[in-house]
């Protein structure tokens, strides 16, 4: 399974920033696809995820950090996963990696994309 992260930058405080990931090479359908971030010094942390969407009924779990300004979303026929990221802060400064997992199958990580907000 290959992941292709895009959509890191530099931003200023308040700004937006759109990161996509695309899976590729799987065998089955995924049943997770999500963001993780670890900034400087700590430990690599949840963002976001959408869970089971290899049934009809998906569900989206996200750090408390970041409701109501991150929104994750899926476009299943691509493979790709989306962070819609608003009014950003400097504490999201981080490299965003993207995870993925395969239905009755493993997970895998993306190389990761770095997000700075910093005026």
């Known amino acids: 399974v290959q992941l292709q992260a895009s959509g890191g930058g530099l931003v200023q405080p308040g700004g937006s920033l759109r990161l996509s990931c695309a899976a590729s090479?799987?065998?089955?359908?995924?049943?997770?696809m999500g963001w993780y971030r670890q900034a400087p010094g700590n430990q690599r942390e949840l963002v976001a995820t959408?869970?089971?969407?290899?049934?009809?009924?998906?569900?989206?779990n996200s750090a408390d950090s970041v409701k109501g300004r991150f929104t994750i979303s899926t476009d299943n026929a691509k493979n790709t996963v989306y962070l819609q990221m608003n009014s950003l802060k400097p504490e999201d400064t981080a490299v965003y990696f993207c995870?993925?997992?395969?239905?009755?199958?493993?997970?895998?990580w993306g190389q990761g994309t770095l997000v700075t907000v910093s005026s």
């Open positions: 959408i869970t089971d969407l290899h049934t009809r009924t998906t569900s989206v």
């Open positions: 090479g799987m065998r089955r359908s995924l049943s997770v």
């Open positions: 995870y993925v997992r395969v239905y009755m199958g493993g997970g895998y």
